[in-house]
């Protein structure tokens, strides 16, 4: 169903490209049949990367993947560069004869706003650091190291051998506790083997924690994640050290809208982390004694523009945020969705240094709330 939507819209954008490419003068002086056989061919390989590669079900699905949705974001960055000189040139009634050379320029800009966005696409995620003082937590229990990794999306287009280096570059960190936030698997079609055992390279001396993401709910809910050793915890709590507790929010999967669930009031003594797939309900967590919250799924709009649009149902888009007494840290994301883009900034992997608020260390008190080094409140 959302892939049949999202290729209706992007026909609906591709049509539009294609007119307003149509009138640059570069392109006018060639044949018409010339310039509509090659956006013809475009759509095709959306087609291709969208509905084929999506299940990765046949040999070379992921290139088909790769191209179909290189092209899609090559095509919405074209739109939106486009629809940029039609609104500032009232779509040709004003300055009539620039208008057409304008485009072509538009066009240009796209393509280099695309290759720039499949660099950063490409590139491994960068480790973000975060320090964050917790009240609850024992002086004893100070320095514990998080690594937290957010919407890796592993399928046809980021497979197997780029989830193995994803986990060596988290074992190289040394941390004392890893987080999956969601959306580790696309979710459509049964996951690679393969990308299971290299899961299943995930260590850490207080284990390998998780919740579901939406993607988790596209037929594969949970049975991976567990099948790797993941612990998954759905609305639950656990306490992998004295002092320490894990609480994990089920996702909404399909439903764009995520129930609440209060963490009970009976619960281990200790600093109160949160794993939320989504950085929803956030004054209701920290209401409830929550100290810190992780969560992704927003991939900081991934590619310019889509940010504007995110930004207008997460309050906090990426990095960190403070909601009451509770930090708020959201990661744009370990990997990519649909097209291997990123426009502006790289895929992360966040590792986070607890802090004990109740530790005696007058010369650098950390107030709760920590150290700010990423995009915070948009």
Known sequence: MFIGILLLVSALVLAYVAWRTASVPWFARGPRRRLWM???????????????????????????????????????????????????????WWFRAAAPRLRGWALLASLGLAAFATVQGLRPPEVVAYEVALRGLPPERDGLLVAALSDLHVGAILGPDWLAARVAQVQALRPDLVVLLGDVFEGHGRPDPRAIRALEGLRAPLGVWG??????HYGVAGAPLEAAGVRVLRNALASPVPGLVLAGRADAGRSLRQAAWTVPRERPAGALVLLSHRPTQLEPAARSGVGLMLAGHTHAG??????YLVARVYSTLSGRAQVGDMTLIVSRGTGTWGPRMRLWRRGEISLIRLRSAEAGRPEERIQPGGTENAEGRR
């Open 211 to 216: 919740v579901d993401g939406n993607h988790e």
């Open 38 to 92: 090659t956006f013809a061919g475009a759509w095709g390989l959306m087609v291709a990367g969208g509905i084929l590669g999506h299940e990765a079900a046949f040999p070379g699905a992921g290139w088909a993947a790769l191209a179909g949705m290189t092209v899609l974001g090559l095509l919405f960055l074209a739109f939106a560069c486009l629809l940029a000189v039609d609104v500032a040139t009232g779509f040709g």
């Open 302 to 307: 991934q590619i310019w523009p889509f940010g």
